[in-house]
C-alpha cells in the first residue's frame, strides 16, 4: 500500500514508505533552458510566470536525480516551496 500524503491544497507528494519522494521533473515552455522539480505530477505549486510547464519525466525514490544534484535539497526545496527551478547550460559549439 502507498504511503502518498495529500496537503490541503491536494497536492501528492509521493513517498515510498516515509523515505525518498517520488520527483517530477517540468520544462518551461516559455523559456526552453528552464526545468523544475516538483512533488505532483500536476506541478500545481511551479511559478506561473513561466507558464506553461510541460512534465517531462519523474525520478522514482529510489534513482539519482540528473546533473549530479543532491537529492536531500531538492526534496527540502520541493517540501518547503512546492518546488526547485534549474537551469540547463547553454550548449556550445565544439572547437573544430
Known sequence: MSNDTIG???SIIARNGGGAMR???FKSEVNPNLRAFGGDLAGIKLPG???PWRAVGTIAS????PYKIA???IEKAIS???FQL?????????AS
Not at 62 to 65: A, E, R, S, T, Y
Open 8 to 10: 490541503n491544497d491536494e
Open 23 to 25: 520527483i517530477f521533473v
Open 49 to 51: 510566470q513561466f507558464k
Open 62 to 65: 529510489n534513482q539519482d536525480l
Open 71 to 73: 537529492r536531500d535539497d
Open 80 to 82: 518547503e516551496n512546492g
Open 86 to 94: 534549474f537551469r540547463l547550460k547553454k550548449r556550445t559549439k565544439a
